[in-house]
């Protein structure tokens, strides 16, 4: 990367650092009542890690959580004390490097002025912003996607054996630091696979040795979790952490009409209704929700069967509605339409973006891809709108090409390289 991406970075840490030093506690539509710093905490657990008291009082198997972030946090409080601060700098500093991943792939795929507008997108984008505050996992999360989505336009562009090891190493980071990425990059390949063999000679196609050293790479990262799972569990295989039968069974909750239509507060409300739910499922087979986390995931396991093999409209409906919430069920109706609003203008500019890119041979797709892999699979189990903030920067980037076309037509050509 070179001057340019470094100010864009420059640029990132100061909106972000701003955000933390005075934004965050300027605002009123963030309010969490319970725990406003560490509302899922990661950082309890990285101080139960710092102290050397290890993972075991957040459930075998981390009760639906994935270990980077923890991991992360552990780290920074045991080489400085517990400091939430400087996890937040850390944050600034993921912020930051989003947003230049953002200007380098946008420059790269399309031009500079797309890059350019992606950037600066990302460095406002409310969603993001919200995320770097405080201990939630979110931007670290978008930040490892967004280098495994960069990581991905190298490797289209010039195929190699270290771009494809960088591929593997960033995907299986962003999988420990929430599960749902563990399937995109076979999702990417046969992608790749399917638009190579339909250009024939436009686009190279991707070769045995590389998807096979991709997944070498990304499970040199997964594996040693993975095998700690196995020890912890006492011979049971246990991948990555993924919740998905927790997920699934919220999703049915979350999608009602009253969460859906924003006329029931869905972060409090359907939060308590599922609980209640699993609460009487555990009673019901004569133990106690979330007494151990292994058997939870059981119950809550049967209960999915349950639901798909005798209410399969009910689940239809939920992913169909899912489909729609990923973009903008959020803790209130302004958060909701704010980030809605966002969502629905990203996206006009994206189809906007489509057929330039058709017409100039543009890999769109490359940026396209993981919204809609992460929109689907999270429809099927459950869609909310803070999920969708990893996948954004990418998908702003496919806007901001949008965008570099109406202001082509507008008259401002812009300088390509």
């Given at each position: 990367?070179g ?6 970075f ?9 955000m ?10 963030v ?10 905490h ?8 710092a ?14 959580k994935?270990?980077?972030y ?18 937040k ?15 380098d ?7 500079r ?27 670290l ?10 990581c ?5 562009q ?8 960088a591929?593997?190493?960033a ?30 000679a ?8 590389l ?9 040199a990262?997964?594996?040693?979790w ?10 049971r295989?246990?991948?990555v ?8 069974l ?11 239509l924003?006329?029931r ?6 939060e ?13 087979e ?22 798909i093999?005798?209410?399969?409209a009910?689940?239809i409906?939920?992913?169909?509605v ?6 903008y069920?959020m ?15 990203t ?11 058709w017409r ?5 797709w ?8 992460l929109?689907?699979l999270l429809a ?7 999920y ?6 990418a ?23």
């Amino acid at each position: 990367m070179g001057r340019e991406a470094v100010l864009v970075f420059l640029a990132g840490f100061a909106v972000a650092l701003s955000m933390v030093l005075w934004g965050f506690h300027s605002q009123s539509l963030v309010q969490d009542p319970f725990n406003k710093l560490d509302p899922y905490h990661f950082g309890a657990m990285g101080s139960s890690l710092a102290r050397g008291e290890g993972f075991a009082a957040y459930g075998v198997v981390l009760d639906r959580k994935s270990p980077l972030y923890p991991l992360l946090i552990g780290g920074i409080y045991y080489l400085f004390g517990e400091h939430s601060f400087l996890v937040k700098l850390v944050q600034c500093l993921c912020f930051a490097a989003t947003c230049a991943l953002v200007y380098d792939a946008g420059r790269r795929v399309f031009n500079r002025r797309t890059g350019l507008i992606a950037a600066t997108a990302s460095m406002l984008h409310p969603l993001l912003l919200r995320y770097v505050a405080d201990l939630q996992l979110e931007t670290l999360l978008t930040f490892l996607v967004t280098l495994m989505v960069w990581c991905s336009v190298r490797l289209y562009q010039r195929p190699s054996a270290g771009r494809a090891a960088a591929f593997g190493f960033a995907a299986g980071a962003a999988t420990l630091t929430k599960a749902v990425v563990l399937l995109y990059p076979a999702v990417f390949l046969a992608a790749w696979w399917a638009i190579s063999f339909r250009e024939r000679a436009r686009t190279v196609r991707p070769r045995l040795a590389l998807a096979a050293i991709l997944a070498l790479s990304m499970a040199a990262v997964i594996l040693p979790w993975t095998w700690r799972n196995y020890r912890a569990t006492h011979g049971r295989f246990v991948l990555v952490t993924t919740g998905a039968n927790d997920a699934f069974l919220r999703g049915l909750i979350f999608s009602k009409t009253d969460y859906a239509l924003l006329r029931r507060p869905p972060y409090t409300d359907a939060e308590n209704e599922s609980n209640a739910w699993f609460r009487s499922l555990a009673a019901a087979e004569g133990t106690v929700w979330q007494r151990d986390d292994l058997e939870t995931d059981q119950i809550l396991g049967r209960e999915v069967h349950r639901q798909i093999s005798n209410a399969p409209a009910k689940v239809i409906r939920k992913t169909v509605v899912g489909l729609f919430t990923f973009w903008y069920e959020m803790t209130s109706r302004t958060n909701s339409i704010i980030t809605g609003g966002c969502a629905l203008i990203t996206w006009m500019f994206v189809l906007i973006a489509v057929p330039r890119a058709w017409r100039e041979q543009r890999a769109l797709w490359l940026f396209v891809l993981p919204a809609v892999y992460l929109n689907l699979l999270l429809a099927v189990l459950l869609a909310l709108g803070r999920y969708s903030a990893p996948i954004t920067p990418a998908l702003l980037c496919a806007a901001a090409y949008g965008a570099d076309g109406v202001l082509e037509r507008l008259g401002w050509t812009a300088r390509h390289g």
